[in-house]
């Protein structure tokens, strides 16, 4: 586990933020998740040389990318973030093309998975578990696919892999998150320290963090919701990213401890005084590109 420092750049986006989320007429719609759950975005513009395709399965829509020349064995499945009310958004669709460029040209695989509260637990993991499924069917080995996700992505990543471990399949090759939510029931230690200095969840107990439309009436330290409570012996190499100052970085600093107790290769990089998913903003700060080596 080793710390970065934070930037001016940084500091001041995290202020502004901070501003901007104490806007009541504002502030409520993004803490609560309403602007996350109703995104209206521009038409995403896939980038010269490669292609985007979108397939549909049963239940969801999957979105898969790669380079047109030069495509190399690995593939990466991207499980996207949203406190599990929010569907796929453009940020998602950029940050596939930052994943297939930073490995060489990869696959990426990202399904616009099931959300609440139409579609609570277990919908969204189901769909991921179909995602995984479906790369495999094309022919694809375990030890080519590497899992990533953000936030609640992060979370659906480590019970995809317990749910491939109860089933006594194969790990994939490794796995990456970037402010993983690995305990819904929101009973670390952070969700305290942080709870005034979190600029997109914290000060309310309204955030999305605190919403049941996903884990309805279900135990929500189940395993398969919140990984943290999870046999996590035989997980593949880890690597997590984290904000020092997120609600959630006891889910990332608890996961990593037990994950290392079972004896599974975990590395962990927190970013001073940065906030939840901070590479989400692009180049506008350091941090970012320094997340992306």
């Known amino acids: 586990m080793y710390r970065k420092d934070s930037s001016i750049r940084g500091n001041v986006l995290r202020e502004l933020m901070s501003d901007v989320t104490a806007i009541k007429s504002i502030g409520k719609k993004i803490k609560t998740g309403e602007m996350r759950a109703n995104p209206i975005e521009p038409e995403w513009k896939c980038p010269k040389g490669y292609v985007w395709d979108k397939i549909d399965r049963e239940q969801y829509v999957l979105e898969v990318q790669y380079p047109k020349e030069n495509r190399n064995h690995l593939w ?7 406190g599990y ?10 940050f596939g093309i930052k994943y297939s460029e930073h490995n060489g040209g990869c696959s990426v695989v990202t399904p616009d998975y099931r959300v609440a509260p139409k579609h609570p637990f277990p919908a969204a993991l189901q769909d991921c578990i179909d995602a ?21 992505g992060g979370g659906l990543v480590f019970a995809l892999g ?6 006594g399949k194969s790990m994939p090759k490794g796995m990456i998150t970037m402010s993983a ?4 029931s929101c009973s670390g230690s952070s969700y305290k320290t942080n709870f005034q200095k979190d600029p997109l969840f914290g000060n309310t107990k309204e955030s999305m963090l605190y919403r049941k439309d996903y884990i309805r009436e279900q135990d929500p ?9 999870g046999d996590l012996s035989g997980f593949p190499p880890i690597h997590m990213q984290v904000g020092s100052y997120e609600m959630l970085l006891s889910d990332t600093e608890e996961f990593a401890k037990k994950a290392s107790e079972a004896k599974v290769s975990v590395e962990v990089v927190i970013f001073e005084k940065m906030f939840h998913v ?10 970012t590109q320094e997340a992306w080596k």
């Open 221 to 229: 330290k189940n395993p398969l919701l919140s990984p943290l409570f």
């Open 132 to 152: 995984y499924q479906w790369i495999l069917e094309h022919g694809v080995k375990e030890e080519q696919i590497v899992l990533v996700g953000d936030s609640a």
């Open 181 to 184: 939510w690995t305990d819904v």
């Open 278 to 287: 901070f590479p989400m903003v692009g180049n506008l700060i350091p941090e």
């Open 85 to 94: 009310i929010g569907p796929m958004k453009n940020a998602y669709r950029n």
């Open 162 to 167: 317990l749910w491939l471990k109860e089933q």
């Open 76 to 82: 990466i499945l991207q499980l996207h973030g949203g």
